[in-house]
């Protein structure tokens, strides 16, 4: 197994356009709250019975704020990618974390980078094919410092794609843009159905 982290990865961040902090900071509650109603008044108007249409609603809102963040948000803007080397200054200070395919990789962790949003990380070797840690004999049941050592030496480069901090307020007026705009499509529906029955009558 390569060597845990010795100082690596013992401080846990939540970026503010993280899962945890975007939804409850700057205008993105004004969408959220937008996106819990409007749905909630549609299901009312379909269903006609109160508790499913709670149910429903419920549901709905569960889903969105689960998927939203995983497969939406983090390319409403398409990511930055940033090309890392893995050098001896940069790899003591990496984070071995879980790559494709259940390969381990080296997360490097930059000053420049702090309140990114990362996005997804993988090493490549000098030939731009990609690199899993456990390939190391070096990193195999060894002194992290062999292993460090060994690593330094094979020219490998981490691709990060991310998500800067300064995009932070573009990312809430999309969010948030997007949510108003559906909560009114859900309206106009609403509206629309209501006056439809009141005519058929």
Same mark, same amino acid.
């Given at each position: 197994m390569p060597h845990p982290p010795s100082p690596r990865g013992n401080s846990? @961040?939540?970026p503010r356009l #993280?899962? +945890?902090l975007f939804p409850t900071r700057g205008i993105a509650p004004l969408g959220y709250a937008a996106l819990a109603f409007a749905p909630g008044v549609t299901a009312g108007v379909l269903i &006609? &019975? @109160?508790v499913p249409a709670m149910a429903a609603t419920l549901a709905t809102f569960l889903l969105i704020q689960i998927a939203w963040p995983i497969w939406v948000r983090p390319h409403l803007i398409p990511p +930055? &990618?940033?090309l890392v080397a893995l050098t001896a200054a940069t790899i003591p200070d990496a984070e071995l974390a879980a790559g494709p395919g259940g390969s381990t990789i080296l997360a490097p962790s930059l000053p420049g980078m702090t309140g990114d949003w990362i996005i997804s990380t993988r090493d490549i070797g000098?030939? #731009? &094919?990609?690199f899993n840690v456990n390939s190391v004999s070096a990193c195999q049941g060894t002194t992290p410092q062999a292993c460090d050592n060994t690593l330094s030496t094979l020219h490998l480069r981490a691709v990060i794609a991310c998500q800067p901090a300064s995009r932070f307020w573009a990312l809430q007026w999309y969010e948030t843009g997007i949510f108003l705009a559906a909560a009114m499509i859900l309206a106009g529906f609403c509206f629309w159905s209501i006056r439809s029955r009141r005519l058929s009558r």
């Open positions: 846990i @961040t939540f #993280g899962f +945890a &006609r &019975r @109160t +930055a &990618r940033k000098p030939a #731009g &094919r990609p």
